[in-house]
């Protein structure tokens, strides 16, 4: 597609309830990163992929988050049993595999969660 | 720990340069990197620095010491338009980047 695409953009739940946050990167953008904003604050990493792969998952916060990316495209980011610090904008961006890390990145718009 | 500090805020008239300052301390470093962000919007790609020096790019420059563990960002002929918060990031290894908290930049008329 023309821009990273989120959905859905905004998201309440009740604690204790399981969500699932998707992203559809840029066409051919091999890598994809999940980021999660709190209000006011900056973007704390949580996972990225190359391809499929997630060779780092060392910023999920607890075991209730985890990840996966089918067909080297879209991703999904879920979260269990959820809490009300979960509350975020969770981003996801991509960019290409040739690109340095970090230069380009290509943002969503975010998923809003609440979490009530 | 792996930490990078920005100023919270910064205010500057209509006109005027602005810097915004990024210093880091990470246990590896690959690039510095700076993102712009609108109230309500996406982070915004501006520049990147893998080597010491200055990178230009129209009316934003952005300069990089790794020497020093510090960069900044240079904002000229600041808008009104260029109001928003202003994030440096790192990149630490592999394709792990970790974000600033952010600098909110205030343009008043």
């Known amino acids: 597609g023309a821009g990273v695409s989120q959905s859905p953009s905004n998201k309440v739940t009740e604690k204790g309830k399981d969500v699932e946050l998707r992203c559809d990167p840029i066409?051919?953008?091999?890598?994809l990163y999940w980021y999660r904003q709190s209000l006011g604050q900056g973007l704390e990493f949580l996972i990225y992929?190359?391809?499929?792969?997630?060779?780092?998952k060392s910023g999920l916060p607890s075991d209730r988050f985890s990840a996966e990316r089918t067909g080297g495209s879209v991703s999904t980011l879920t979260i269990q049993r959820t809490q009300q610090e979960d509350s975020a904008v969770y981003l996801c961006?991509?960019?290409?595999?040739?690109?340095?890390?970090?230069?380009?990145?290509?943002f969503g718009s975010g998923t809003r969660l609440t979490v009530v | 720990g792996q930490s990078l500090e920005q100023p919270s805020e910064v205010t500057a008239v209509e006109g005027a340069i602005v810097q915004i300052n990024c210093t880091y301390q990470?246990?590896?470093?690959?690039?510095l990197s700076w993102y712009q962000q609108h109230d309500g919007g996406a982070p915004t790609f501006l520049s990147y620095?893998?080597?010491?020096g200055l990178e230009e790019t129209g009316r934003f420059s952005s300069f990089l010491s790794r020497s020093d563990s510090y960069g900044y960002l240079l904002l000229q002929e600041l808008q009104m338009k260029d109001s928003a918060s202003y994030f440096c990031?790192?990149?630490?290894?592999?394709?792990?980047?970790?974000f600033g908290a952010g600098t909110r930049l205030f343009v008043k008329a």
């Open positions: 961006a991509s960019s290409f595999k040739g690109q340095p890390a970090g230069y380009g990145y290509t």
């Open positions: 066409s051919g953008h091999t890598a």
């Open positions: 992929f190359q391809g499929n792969s997630a060779p780092d």
């Open positions: 990470t246990s590896g470093f690959y690039g």
């Open positions: 620095n893998a080597l010491d």
């Open positions: 990031a790192v990149t630490t290894g592999g394709f792990k980047t970790i």
